[in-house]
């Protein structure tokens, strides 16, 4: 299997895996959306609300703000000698306390919430969380946990995560005229006429939309794709960095696939 880089930042990643199967890149990715642990808000104790939403609506909406999640500092509560009743190995708390008593409204944002422990905080500041009026106020104190994104979405650490087929342009010289229709059919502009020949620029953002060969002569210009090859992007919504996430996606599918060696090993003994 051979991988190449296409584009990584902080929280976005693009990769060709070439080499693969779609079994693999489809759990690769299952993975990644539903049993990478990242931390968010569990459980809320409401203090003080006087504003117009409920507390369950609160609640809620607080733990669907993404946190930052530090590397191996925390464990899932089912996995903590507390018994999960909440301790600093398994919990982390923030505290939000704001009144207000100005003109007009004043909206609570995600960046009021105040982290016990700084490297489990939200990682935008501007998520809207309610407006309270002259008056109102809200107090509480959020706990919040390791989980998987198959237990609740708000453990889902990508934003986006998906794949297609590496996409293949082949052009028969013989057959091709030269006559650059397909260059300005396509609308991505992945092709261009150069010296009276089509050349074909960044394939893999090539959609499979078939535009290109259906203005060319039959035969000159056929689109397809590499059934081993495949274009991988994924997202994060900040709580790790996409590398990271990619890191454990495939500790966590290597894991199940030594797993199950072991225990064919064991049940399959003396097969053949």
């Not at 016990?116 to 104190?141: F, H, M, R, T, W």
């Not at 057959?175 to 089509?198: D, H, I």
């Not at 060696?261 to 399959?268: D, F, R």
Request: glycine residues 8%.
């Amino acid at each position: 299997m051979e991988i190449s880089v296409l584009e990584l930042g902080p929280f976005k990643a693009r990769f060709i895996i070439r080499g693969a199967s779609v079994a693999l890149v489809n759990a690769l990715r299952r993975i990644m959306i539903s049993e990478v642990p990242c931390m968010a808000i569990d459980e809320v104790a409401i203090i003080e609300n006087s504003s117009v939403l409920y507390d369950e609506i609160l609640a809620h909406r607080l733990a669907m703000i993404p946190l930052t999640t530090p590397e191996d500092k925390y464990v899932p509560p089912s996995q903590c000698s507390c018994g999960g009743r909440g301790c600093s190995n398994c919990q982390a708390r923030l505290y939000l306390d704001v009144r207000w008593d100005g003109e007009g409204e004043r909206t609570v944002y995600s960046g009021d919430l105040k982290p016990e422990d700084p490297e489990v905080a939200p990682v935008y500041d501007n998520i809207p969380i309610v407006k309270l009026a002259q008056g109102q106020s809200l107090v509480l104190e959020a706990y919040a946990t390791l989980g998987v994104g198959k237990e609740h979405a708000k453990w889902q650490p990508t934003a986006a995560c998906a794949y297609k087929y590496m996409p293949v342009i082949a052009v028969d010289v013989d057959k091709c005229t030269g006559c650059g229709e397909c260059a300005g059919s396509c609308p991505r502009q992945l092709l261009e006429l150069s010296e009276g020949s089509v050349k074909v620029k960044r394939v893999e953002d090539c959609s499979l939309c078939m535009e290109c060969e259906k203005a060319c002569e039959p035969g000159a210009l056929k689109v397809g794709w590499d059934e081993s090859s495949f274009v991988f992007l994924v997202e994060t919504t900040g709580t790790m960095k996409a590398s990271t996430l990619v890191a454990k996606a495939a500790r966590v599918l290597r894991s199940k696939a030594e797993e199950f060696v072991q225990k064919l090993g064991v049940e399959g003994a003396g097969w053949s």
